[in-house]
């Protein structure tokens, strides 16, 4: 378990970004205690859900008297190291026709940067002639809806002259942003690192 030091104390656990351990979220749930706090937190609520998913899983498969499928530990390895790419999340803002920030109705909501590595590339691929490779999301602190992307892609031979093709690939790239995800991309980094033979 790892040792977070928050203010003066030291203490054993898994903080949240509101300060409070998931420890604690989980002895609150098991208990049906809630004060104030993880009555309004986000942070609190968003951990509450994923134990109570755990939680009624785990029953599940306590329940169960089928044995485990032979690849049951290579399945649940897989989703432990999913969930650990997934990373920093990006705060979603809605807005209106003008592109003005508005007050969200059903509550604050993120998307992770991995997701939007994955619209990102997506929209790479779709361009003919163009096989994304590596891409990297990175946030301007001073406007979290402003996206850096810097990305690699690998090119067909002779499909088109190369500036064409990644003006096509930014160009691509800005609309899934806005279209899919909310936000939009600010700088578009985009490096060709290898070529493959056309037919």
């Given at each position: ?38 009555r309004?937190?986000?942070?609190c609520?968003?951990a ?5 998913t ?33 990373g ?9 026709d ?22 990102v ?12 490779r ?53 700088v ?12």
């Amino acid at each position: 378990m790892a040792v977070n030091k928050l203010g003066e104390k030291r203490v054993e656990g898994h903080p949240l970004p509101c300060g409070r351990l998931v420890e604690d979220v989980f002895d609150d749930l098991e208990a049906g205690r809630a004060d104030e706090h993880s009555r309004t937190c986000p942070h609190c609520a968003t951990a509450r859900r994923g134990l109570t998913t755990l939680t009624e899983a785990t029953r599940a498969l306590i329940d169960d008297p089928s044995e485990p499928s032979s690849n049951l530990l290579d399945r649940i390895m897989q989703a432990v190291r999913a969930e650990g790419r997934r990373g920093a999340a990006l705060p979603l803002v809605p807005t209106d026709d003008n592109g003005a920030a508005t007050t969200p109705v059903l509550g604050p909501v993120d998307v992770s940067h991995q997701a939007v590595a994955a619209v990102v590339r997506y929209a790479a691929d779709t361009v003919e002639g163009v096989r994304a490779r590596s891409c990297h999301v990175v946030v301007d602190l001073a406007d979290p809806l402003a996206l850096r992307i810097e990305m690699t892609v690998a090119l067909r031979y002779g499909a088109s002259p190369v500036e064409a093709v990644v003006d096509t690939v930014r160009a691509r790239i800005g609309s899934a942003l806005r279209g899919q995800v909310g936000v939009r991309a600010a700088v578009v980094d985009v490096h060709v690192v290898d070529v493959w033979p056309g037919e």
